[in-house]
């Protein structure tokens, strides 16, 4: 199983803040993701990255940015938050055989 | 692209009683179903999985079964428990990309 790390866990900013929400992994996995949800709803891919250096955009549009530095980091930013980015975001890594584990997620309110 | 469908949105079934949680996709080429478990204010966890050259896999009180012909895959809970409440979610994993595609989950309520 993999050891995903997401942080801050919980946050509340007002309109216009820039956040970055972290997300580390330590098995050295290549393949990360990024997903958003609302409460009780699907999860929507948003950002992927294969390896270092490596970004894609998901499968929903979303005004975030990722980065990919390192193998261990993924953070996630949104440079001016605004009410229509709350949600909770939940990072994943891609084990062996494709077995795909998720981060207890970083629920955002944007006031 | 990868279309998952899943069903009922909601279920109640008795503590002791079977859950069945039934998912389409739509993409041959998909070759991975994992089934994961959602409780409040948590990520999802996976539970099972299936590749798609094995029918069907168990483990304990969870099973799943894949149908490659009809593109379809259930989840079956026996016995169930009140801590199995929780939001079901199937996916369907396509291509090298590894992207999963999610269904749209399945809130179980375990009833004493």
């Known amino acids: 199983e993999a050891d995903i790390y997401q942080t801050p866990r919980y946050l509340v900013i007002g309109t216009g803040k820039k956040i970055t929400l972290e997300c580390s992994q330590t098995?050295?996995?290549?393949?990360m993701y990024w997903y958003q949800q609302d409460p009780g709803m699907e999860l929507h891919l948003i950002h992927y990255?294969?390896?270092?250096?490596?970004?894609e955009k998901g499968d929903l549009s979303s005004e975030s940015t990722v980065s990919r530095i390192r193998t261990e980091h993924f953070p996630l930013t949104l440079e001016s938050a605004r009410p229509s980015h709350t949600s909770q975001y939940l990072c994943?890594?891609?084990?062996?055989?494709?077995?795909?584990?998720f981060g207890e997620g970083s629920w955002l309110t944007v006031v | 692209g990868e279309n998952v469908e899943q069903h009922p949105s909601t279920l109640s079934v008795q503590e002791g009683d079977s859950a069945v949680i039934k998912c389409t996709y739509s993409?041959?080429?998909?070759?991975?179903f994992p089934w994961y478990k959602q409780e409040l204010g948590k990520g999802p966890q996976l539970i099972i999985d299936?590749?798609?050259?094995?029918g069907e896999k168990k483990d304990q009180r969870i099973a799943v079964t894949l149908n490659k012909t009809a593109k379809h895959f259930s989840l079956h809970i026996t016995e169930t428990q009140p801590e199995d409440s929780a939001v079901y979610f199937c996916?369907?994993?396509?291509?090298?990309?590894?992207?999963?595609?999610f269904g749209t989950g399945t809130r179980l309520q375990v009833t004493l």
């Open positions: 994943a890594t891609v084990s062996g055989g494709n077995t795909i584990y």
């Open positions: 098995m050295g996995h290549d393949k």
């Open positions: 990255s294969y390896g270092v250096n490596s970004t």
């Open positions: 993409d041959s080429a998909s070759n991975y």
């Open positions: 299936i590749r798609s050259n094995v």
């Open positions: 996916a369907a994993l396509t291509g090298t990309a590894s992207k999963l595609t």
